[in-house]
């Protein structure tokens, strides 16, 4: 299996900060990279696949970059419904898998 | 809307069977395939199993393989989960996940899950 590693695993930020979370495969996966972000009590909701193409309804200060093995999500500007848990995930082989998920939190 | 409604959670002793469902609607559900992905309390997203368009071709995470089984109804619009030899390491809130296509392996559309507990 592709083991997806995130980090940091959380982090501090305040409103209007740029954020970035980073995601690294244990062995190359082209652009077959996705993005989640997830709020407590909800469902995970898709906001970048193939690495890079924002999903529908999503913000545009979200934008994901990378290939190969190493992976990048940025908020250009961190907005309060931003505070969440991000998780990015393989789709290159199944089984799909999922890094360990970045809490960011209000500083 | 696309809308996915999990049902068939609760407490079940370690070793016995449960089978969850997932109402869909909003969607051509048979041109989709459907994911089931698991979160225990506390942790992170787990993939289950993956069930093809036509219900032709299933998958399952190690973990589950052997014990579980995933099925669809398309003339139901349902997606079925059954799980028997339960685990206590099998209690999470289950998630059924549309998928991007059929083998994108990715999930556009989630249910918001229900709960599965396996303790004595």
């Known amino acids: 299996d592709i083991q997806m590693t995130q980090s940091p695993s959380s982090l501090s930020a305040s409103v209007g900060d740029r954020v970035t979370i980073t995601c690294r495969a244990s062995?190359?996966?082209?652009?077959?990279l996705n993005w989640y972000q997830q709020k407590p009590g909800k469902a995970p909701n898709l906001l970048i696949y193939a690495a890079s193409n924002l999903q529908s309804g999503v913000p545009s200060s979200f934008s994901g970059s990378g290939s190969g093995t190493d992976f990048t999500l940025t908020i250009s500007s961190l907005q309060p419904e931003d505070f969440a848990t991000y998780y990015c995930?393989?789709?290159?082989?199944?089984?799909?898998?999922f890094g360990g998920g970045t809490k960011v939190e209000i500083k | 809307q696309v809308q996915l409604v999990e049902s068939g959670g609760g407490v079940v002793q370690p070793g016995r069977s449960l089978r969850l469902s997932c109402a869909a609607s909003?969607?051509?559900?048979?041109?989709?395939?459907l994911h089931w992905v698991r979160q225990a309390p506390g942790k992170g997203l787990e993939w289950v199993a993956v069930?093809?368009?036509?219900?032709?071709?299933?998958y399952y995470a190690d973990s589950v393989k052997g014990r579980f089984t995933i099925s669809r109804d398309n003339s139901k619009r349902t997606l079925f989960l059954q799980m028997s030899s339960l685990r206590a390491e099998d209690t999470a809130l289950y998630h059924c996940a549309r998928d991007q296509g059929d083998g994108y392996n990715r999930f556009d559309s989630w249910g918001q899950g229900t709960l599965v507990t396996v303790s004595s």
């Open positions: 995930q393989q789709s290159y082989s199944l089984p799909p898998t």
């Open positions: 069930v093809s368009f036509d219900g032709s071709n299933k």
């Open positions: 909003g969607f051509n559900f048979a041109s989709y395939a």
């Open positions: 062995q190359s996966i082209g652009s077959y």
